[in-house]
């Protein structure tokens, strides 16, 4: 059974069309990057897989469910914009997440936030931002789930804390689970993508292994991107 | 060890090269044993499916070999060796040929600046 499967789905807000027909495959063991320009679905997809939005039409199943309750058991978000409270701390923070989700390994959080160093007293409020996100994303991965959406996580953060970032979703792989990461910056991901999905204008144009289009196409995954969407 | 990828080109068999090299060139030495593929995929910055796919092929191609509990070894055979050396070089060659045929280089030519290049490194080095 795959992980995410999306059948005919489409999302509108008003008349504006967000998605509009997409069918996906998402099996487990995969890290999947959803790749589009601003503006082409990629955060409304991300919102459906994990039931912040509901489908206008067609379906999104989560392992083989409708997303509710029992999915988001199994799956892990990474919001675009960094929502912790900011005057937690990373302690206050692990305590938070080990409430709400029983696959939270805390002992994983901690080891993660030791080697960066992070004081686990301190508030969110006297990190950096890039210490901020990392926090956020080792919160994320600590989780023993079976999907892990991530929506921009190497956006907006300096080349180190991005291999950081990078580093900690392998280093966190699971065959049993899916990561799919959502950006706009190719040539950072490329390099861990086993699968890459281009996304334009709320359809799929481009669905298929990573290597594979390197050896068909003989270009790197963002020299293809820029084809695909040269404006 | 580095790793550098390029551009084009399947990561897979960017990371089958460069372990060749590194065994035809001695930098892995036969019988050591080779990390991990977690280890080695988080070192590269690849993905862990991808680093076991390049570890099997060299396993196809008999470079490495793997042993059930201990883990994965280079190949204690002089020949798959000095075969994997024997290929890489002439792919170098290949590639230098085509280089200096661009160029417009006729065979004597090229036989004479390698000549010269040769006298040039003996003498730099005192030989």
């Known amino acids: 059974m795959p992980v995410l499967e999306c059948k005919g789905l489409s999302k509108s807000y008003g008349a504006k069309r967000a998605l509009d027909g997409v069918d996906l495959r998402v099996e487990a063991g995969r890290i999947v990057g959803l790749l589009g320009p601003n503006g082409s679905g990629k955060t409304t997809l991300i919102k459906l897989a994990n039931g912040l939005l509901t489908p206008t039409q067609g379906r999104i199943l989560v392992n083989g469910l409708e997303p509710g309750v029992e999915t988001k058991r199994a799956v892990s978000y990474l919001p675009e914009r960094a929502c912790l409270p900011d005057w937690m701390s990373a302690r ?8 709400f989700y029983a696959d939270f390994d805390r002992q994983a959080a901690e080891d993660m936030l030791s080697r960066l160093g992070i004081d686990l007293r301190a508030g969110m409020k006297s990190l950096s931002k890039g210490n901020r996100e990392k926090v956020q994303l080792i919160m994320v991965m600590a989780r023993r789930a079976r999907l892990y959406l991530l929506d921009e996580p190497i956006g907006g953060v300096d080349p180190a804390a991005r291999d950081y970032i990078l580093n900690t979703i392998i280093s966190n792989y699971n065959p049993e689970a899916s990561v799919i990461i959502s950006t706009h910056l190719i040539s950072d991901v490329e390099k861990v993508l086993d699968d890459v999905i281009f996304i334009n204008q709320g359809k799929v144009v481009l669905a298929a292994p990573a290597d594979e289009l390197r050896e068909q196409q003989g270009k790197s995954v963002d020299q293809i991107f820029r084809e695909v969407f040269r404006c | 060890m580095e790793w550098t990828f390029e551009g084009g080109g399947p990561l897979y068999a960017q990371i089958v090269a460069a372990v060749k090299l590194a065994v035809a060139s001695g930098e892995l030495k036969p019988g050591e044993r080779v990390p991990g593929v977690r280890e080695l995929a988080l070192e590269a910055g690849v993905n862990p499916n991808t680093m076991q796919r390049a570890m099997a092929e060299l396993e ?27 290929e890489l070089a002439e792919g170098y060659v290949r590639t230098f040929l085509d280089a200096m045929r661009r160029l417009g280089l006729e065979k004597d030519e090229i036989h004479k600046l390698l000549e010269a290049e040769k006298e040039e490194q003996n003498a730099g080095t005192g030989m």
């Open chain 1, 92 to 99: 206050d923070l692990m305590g938070f997440y080990g409430d």
């Open chain 2, 60 to 86: 196809r191609e008999g470079l490495l070999y793997s042993q059930r509990t201990a883990g994965r070894f280079v190949t204690e055979d002089a020949g798959t060796v000095a075969a994997a050396r024997r």
